[in-house]
């Protein structure tokens, strides 16, 4: 009962946040110089053309009065019309969110799978070789910038020794699998369409390694940290003394009372993942929410604007409730607060 009443209660603390977050970003995109009925008309815009749309875009009513609209719309399931794409946002979400989200969750699983047994190893091996190398790994995955990295992965991988694909999701010739979750590799799995699977999952290599190399470098430099601090512990000495083995120790001891910061931090990342992968997808040419967010605020397309940034925003909250619920499954003694 107590887990439900704190998950109960962080949902209902979710809705000042978003109402917050749309309230400000509303009223921020539409006090941004420029006029989306000039660039929906284009340079052959007249005064009159111009005028006679914005009357029908609602664009002349007062800034209180359009939000309320738009309030309205969400409450009933719309969230306006794209004036990019000529489509409902909720539509284009629905389209181009998959393909992040699958992006996202690939690095993350990248992150986990080399970042923390570095961060292990490199607190284990102190100042020895080992940790001197997962340190510079660390480094450098951070001070990379992630545009950098992408470019440098297509002039090797995909100009030079052409193994890996350099844009899309799927290569020419292959059909989407039936669609489930809009995560090609997933629904492929899902329907047993393996040609479908074994393509999308190449595609994801390049934009996912690149995706991960700084939150690899900054879940390693966390992990090692923690680690280190947890072997200091007396029960962690007492443990070494009654003859356990260096990986009981490490990760049935260490690593779970050590792993609370790594945690917070993967889901921060994760979030942030999600609603700045704008690089990466411009560089391979990832059909997904960066890439659209981007045409939305270039071409001042307010309802697009405001869909992926509450999107994001939610995504974000759900994300950090799932990890703080995490918290008491890896360490009972946490009270529900």
Known sequence: MDALR???????????????????????SNTIPGDPARLILGPKATPDGIEELREEMGLNDPLYVQYGRYVNG????????????QQPVIDDLERYFPATLELTLFAMLITVLIGIPFGVISASKKDKLPDQFTRVFALLGVAMPAFWLGLLFLLLFYLKLGILPGSGRLDNGVSPPDMITGMYTVDAL????????????IHLILPGITQAAVTIG???????????????????????????????????????????????L??????????????????????GLGKYAVNAITYLDFPAVMGVTLL?????????????TMYHLIDPRLKYN
């Open 266 to 287: 993967l889901g921060m990342t994760f979030g942030h993942a999600l609603g700045g992968s704008v690089l990466v997808e411009s560089v391979f040419s990832w059909p």
């Open 190 to 201: 899902l329907t047993g369409n393996m040609v479908a699977f074994k393509s999308a999952l």
């Open 218 to 264: 900054m879940i390693t430099r966390m992990t090692r940290s923690s680690m280190l601090e947890v072997l200091q512990s007396d029960y962690i000495r007492t443990a070494q003394a009654k003859g356990g083995s260096e990986n009981r120790v490490l990760y049935g001891h260490a690593l779970r009372n050590g792993i609370m910061p790594v945690i917070t």
């Open 312 to 324: 994001i925003a939610l995504l974000f909250i759900t994300v950090n409730l799932i990890i703080d």
């Open 6 to 28: 704190y998950v109960f209660k962080r949902i209902l603390l979710m809705i000042p946040i978003l109402i917050g977050i749309s309230i400000l970003t509303f009223f921020i």
């Open 74 to 85: 969400i409450f009933h399931g719309d969230l306006g019309e794209s004036t990019y794409s």
